[in-house]
């Protein structure tokens, strides 16, 4: 079981250091390593609900909560984008409800991962996508998720989406602001 477990974290890694090439963004290891393992989870289908909400938990009932909470969201917006999509949710949502919490464990846990999660958050969530387009080879958010992942997180990964999709340049609404 170790044996498959470091197989798999070595495939997740070279296609999370593929996916960081093609996008352009280089995470810090530690992150990587952080969203590497989380995807690992995400994806495993031998791992049961019950092992994966005890890891939640383990710091404590309002940290478990917020660190399930980032981590669930950064997964929605990150890997499986289509979901928030299907439901009507912006993947925005999401992206804002794991900043936030893992700005607030940030701020709990001094020299933690999760400063450098809330940091970089919206580069995990560009190299996740990337990953996703590799894997599937056609994009995971639609035009009006890129449009306001770009216009509210500064998504470069969606602002390239949708130049390459519009054959436009995305300006923003406060472009039009009257003054």
Known sequence: MIGMRTEESAIWHALMTKSQTISKIRLTPTVEAYVSELVIRAMSA???TVESTQDGFLLGSEHGELHTIGDECLILAGLMPER?????????????????????????????????????????????????????????????NAFELWSEAGSQHAWNYLVDSTNAVPVSAESFAVH
């Open 46 to 48: 031998r791992r049961s």
């Open 84 to 144: 928030a999509i299907q439901e009507e949710i912006p993947v925005s949502f999401f992206v804002n409800m794991a900043f936030r919490a893992y700005t607030q464990l940030g701020e709990d846990y001094v020299d933690s991962v999760y400063s450098a999660l809330a940091a970089n958050l919206v580069d995990c969530i560009d190299v996740l996508h990337t990953l996703r387009e590799i894997e599937v080879g056609e994009p995971c958010i639609d035009p009006l």
